[in-house]
């Protein structure tokens, strides 16, 4: 499979708890987006990878949020100290340029109890 | 701020008619646009996407019109079957920025 690859599909968690996504883009895209999606909405963008630079946030990612891509190839998004409020899909997408679309993966979806 | 949106949430079609998912959008400065398909438990997947400097694109079953006047979007599904039951999102994104913006999406059902 040469898609975006997400990993877990699910996670369940404790209000306080930690969680780290990881996120293997299509491997020749240098460019790597997180988004979030909660239900019935459309994906809202977290940030945003050229390489290993994050050249972008959003201001919906508070200092509880962080990613990185180390290497230029996967990325992570941790979460800590997780709140109800951050239970949502959180997906993950790469392209080969800034001008083309993106690819997605299948997200992991987080329920924070 | 800007956004995309859709006019309708929901859209009931009868399988073997065509289908028409309307989107509109308030920045003129986008300049690319994108058609996303979303199948439950899973992530969007690309359609179809135009660019400002055309009017219409078609691909295979699907055609995507834009009307840059009217900042308005629209993707047409023909003979529209069982799995084009999904959600669809319109995205369009701005000149120099990274990232697409999504609008709420339309639920498309397709009936027997």
């Known amino acids: 499979d040469t898609g975006v690859s997400q990993d877990p599909r699910h996670k369940i968690t404790k209000r306080g708890q930690n969680v780290t996504f990881r996120c293997d883009p299509i491997?020749?895209?240098?460019?790597l987006y997180w988004y979030r999606q909660t239900l019935g909405q459309g994906p809202e963008f977290l940030t945003y990878?050229?390489?290993?630079?994050?050249?972008?946030k959003s201001r919906l990612l508070s200092d509880r949020f962080s990613a990185e891509r180390p290497k230029g190839s996967f990325s992570t998004l941790e979460i800590q100290r997780t709140e109800q409020g951050d239970s949502a899909m959180y997906l993950c997408?790469?392209?080969?340029?800034?001008?083309?679309?993106?690819?997605f993966g299948s997200g992991t979806q987080l329920s924070v109890l | 701020g800007e956004s995309v949106g859709l006019h309708l949430p929901t859209l009931s079609v009868q399988e073997g008619d065509n289908s028409i998912i309307n989107c509109a959008y308030s920045n003129s400065a986008s300049d690319y646009f994108i058609w996303y398909k979303q199948e439950s438990g899973k992530g969007p997947q690309f359609i179809i996407d135009?660019?400002?400097?055309?009017d219409k694109r078609q691909g295979q079953r699907v055609t995507v019109l834009l009307n840059k006047t009217v900042k308005h979007l629209s993707l047409q599904i023909a003979a529209t079957q069982p799995g084009d039951s999904a959600v669809y999102f319109c995205a369009e994104k701005n000149i120099g920025d990274y990232k697409l913006s999504f609008g709420a999406g339309t639920t498309v059902t397709v009936r027997a």
């Open positions: 135009i660019r400002s400097n055309m």
């Open positions: 491997s020749e895209h240098n460019r």
């Open positions: 990878f050229q390489n290993e630079a994050q050249l972008e």
């Open positions: 997408a790469s392209s080969l340029t800034a001008n083309e679309k993106l690819f």
